[in-house]
Structure formats: structure tokens, C-alpha cells
């Protein structure tokens, strides 16, 4: 993985909101990248800044508030930020497809699935009329929509939550873009319903060499449907690794936080470890690392200075102060067993 470009390269990405309260540094200095047929996930409590980070790659941070202050988006070495509002719409739906957790808002109630689903692929150009009726049946069969030509035909309210997620993966995925970005495509559903659907993301991906950003507050969907994730903390970075390392060598106090509150057999969720104390309010980040108030190895250094990126092994890096760069360990955090 590390010897192909990147297909996204995000760059000291910075989005801010104004409003007379102050300013909002929802995201603060973001950089990671996303290769070929790979899933990052984006993890971390309510309020750190996934949405407004996916927002800002799509182009869709809410106006007039929100504003990229700076950085660079790159999809395949060109700069989103610098295109025209027009060829950023091209880009949209065909090259990155972007989908949330509330399939509502992507669906609307007054036309049937099939018309909802044909629409882009006639608007990018990959279907005509003559055959979009049939592209669309193909497209939900491949999200695993039973009886596709009769599902196409009704209107969003005739199906569950789960058949209405996979009409917008259909929507999202019909144009055959290189991206997809979901943003905690799964909070809506059932458990059951939740594994299929990743299931299906997982499966759609092997088929068609897919690149994914997926948002989750949940590191049990990040081991079973990532590849590499970035934690999110006040607007920044806070660590970012491969799966399977970070599992077995956390190194930032706040990721062995969230991993120590996975719900786990057999512990019910009352006597489950959480992080004390709330996220800062981004409008009054105080100076140093944000997370000091709530972390159990700050350090004096701490609250004066935000800490340097070390990277720790191949595509593991971490900015904490308490961190050893050659262990890896940080001083002062008991790593559960
Ligand atoms: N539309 C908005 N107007 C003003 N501030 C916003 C808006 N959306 C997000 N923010 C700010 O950005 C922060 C990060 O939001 P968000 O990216 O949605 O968090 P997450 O997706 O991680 O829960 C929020 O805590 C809030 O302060
Ligand atoms: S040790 Fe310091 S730098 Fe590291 S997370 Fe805690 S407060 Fe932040
Ligand atoms: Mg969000």
C-alpha cells in the first residue's frame, strides 16, 4: 500500500465557522491520505471534526458560516479547492460519491427509487435513456435488493431502513466513482441490519477497487470494516495507523481511552471504562494539547505547547508529548490487556 499514490491527499486542512459566539475551529490542521482500494476509517467522539472534514473534501461545509481557511484536497495530484463550483458538481456523484447515516435526507419522498437512482448515471453520462432502466436493476441487485425491478418502482416510506441504505450505497455507487465517503452510514440501524450493510461496503469495494473514507464513533466497526484510522480529536489528527497496529499497540492516551470503552462479551456497558470529562468547546480550544484536562499522563509541557507528529513504525504516527518515539508506549497510561 505505501508504495502506490495516494488517490486523496488531504493537506493541513483547515475549516472554520464564524458566528458572533467566536470562531469555530471545527477542523484544525488535517492531513492524511487515502489510497487505492483502501478503507480509512475516521473515529472519535461527537463534535471532533469527521463531518466537517468529509464536508470540506466534497466541497459541502455549510454556507456562509463554514469556510476552508486552508489546505489542499488532492484527487489524484488536482486540488478540489481550486476548481469551479461547476466542475466540483462534475466531480460529486461520479469521481466521489458521498453518503450519511440518515438515508433521508439522500432519498425524497415523492419519487420512486429507480428514477432517484437513474438520475445520476443520465446526468454523468454513464446512462441513457434507453438503458438506464436497466442499469438501475442491475445497480440494486448488486447492493443485494431482492426483486430489483419491483423495488425500483416504489417510493422510499415502502421500504425499511436497511433497504433504503442500500437504495442510497445504489445511488452513491451507480456512477462507479473512486471514492466513497460515508459518514456514520450505519448509526441508524439495527445491529444486524449494521453488519450487512458493511458487509455489502466491504464486498462492493473487493469487487470494484473502491477507496473509502469511513466515519464511525465505534472502534468495533473500525477492526471490522478498516483498513488503516486516523483518530479525531478538537479538529485534529491524534493518531493514525493501520488497523490491526493500533489494536495491538495504541500509543495516544485518548485512543486507549476510546478502545477501552469497546463494548466487550461477556462486560456489561454500565461497567465499561469512558474518557471523564467532556471534549473542549472548538471556539475555546485552550493553548497546548486539548486534551489535557481529561488525559491521566499530561504532562506541565502540555498545556503550553500542542505536541510534534513522531512516527512510531511504518504508518503509525502519533502527537503526544508522553509518548516514547522508540516504545512507542506512553508514560503514565495503564494499556489494558
Ligand atoms: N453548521 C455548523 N455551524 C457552526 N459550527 C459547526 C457546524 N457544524 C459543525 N460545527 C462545529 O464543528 C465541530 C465539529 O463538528 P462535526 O465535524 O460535525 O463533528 P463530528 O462529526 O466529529 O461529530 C462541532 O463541534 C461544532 O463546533
Ligand atoms: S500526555 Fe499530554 S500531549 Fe499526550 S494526550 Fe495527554 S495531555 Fe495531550
Ligand atoms: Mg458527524
Excluded at 458572533?20 to 478503507?39: I, Q, R, W, Y
Excluded at 453520462?125 to 432502466?133: C, I, L, M, S, T
Excluded at 445504489?170 to 459518514?183: K, V, W
Excluded at 493500533?246 to 495516544?252: G, N, S, V, Y
Amino acid at each position: 500500500m505505501t508504495t502506490q499514490e495516494p488517490l486523496l491527499r488531504v493537506r493541513n486542512l483547515r475549516t472554520h465557522f464564524t458566528s458572533k459566539l467566536g470562531v469555530a475551529k471545527a477542523v484544525d490542521g488535517v492531513s492524511f491520505d487515502v489510497f487505492p482500494g483502501e478503507t480509512l476509517g475516521l473515529v472519535g467522539e461527537s463534535g471532533s471534526g469527521k463531518s466537517v472534514t468529509c464536508l470540506s473534501v466534497v466541497r459541502l461545509v455549510p454556507q456562509p458560516s463554514g469556510r476552508i481557511v486552508e489546505g489542499e484536497v488532492l484527487l489524484g495530484g488536482k486540488d478540489l479547492l481550486t476548481l469551479s463550483d461547476n466542475e466540483m458538481r462534475d466531480i460529486r456523484g461520479s469521481r466521489v460519491a458521498y453518503i450519511t447515516q440518515d438515508p433521508l435526507t439522500s432519498l425524497d419522498p415523492l419519487f420512486r427509487v429507480g428514477n432517484q437512482v437513474g438520475e445520476p448515471m443520465l446526468a454523468h453520462g454513464r446512462a441513457n435513456r434507453k438503458d438506464v432502466r436497466g442499469k438501475v436493476v442491475d445497480m440494486l441487485r448488486r447492493v443485494r435488493i431482492p426483486a430489483p425491478e419491483i423495488r425500483a418502482t416504489q417510493f422510499p416510506h415502502e421500504m425499511s431502513g436497511g433497504m433504503r441504505q442500500r437504495v442510497v450505497a445504489a445511488l452513491a455507487l451507480g456512477c462507479r466513482p473512486e471514492l466513497l465517503i460515508a459518514d456514520e452510514p450505519t448509526t441508524a440501524l439495527d445491529v444486524t441490519v449494521q453488519a450487512q450493510i458493511l458487509r455489502l461496503l466491504r464486498d462492493l469495494q473487493e469487487e470494484s477497487g473502491l477507496s473509502m473514507i469511513l466515519v464511525t464513533h465505534d472502534f468495533g466497526i473500525v477492526a471490522r470494516a478498516c483498513d488503516r484510522v486516523a483518530v479525531m480529536y478538537a479538529g485534529r489528527i491524534v493518531e493514525i495507523s493501520p488497523v490491526t497496529d493500533i489494536f495491538e499497540r495504541p500509543a495516544h492516551p485518548y485512543t486507549i481511552g476510546l478502545m477501552a470503552s469497546v463494548p466487550k462479551i461477556g462486560i456489561k456497558s454500565e461497567h465499561m471504562p469512558s474518557i471523564e470529562g467532556q471534549p473542549p468547546d472548538v471556539r475555546r480550544i485552550p493553548p497546548g494539547c486539548p486534551f489535557a484536562p481529561r488525559c491521566t499522563a499530561r504532562q506541565d509541557r502540555c498545556t503550553v505547547e500542542y505536541p510534534p507528529t513522531i512516527k512510531l513504525r511504518d504508518q503509525h504516527e502519533v502527537a503526544c508529548w508522553a509518548v516514547d518515539p522508540v516504545t512507542g508506549v506512553p508514560a503514565g497510561v495503564a494499556v489494558a490487556e
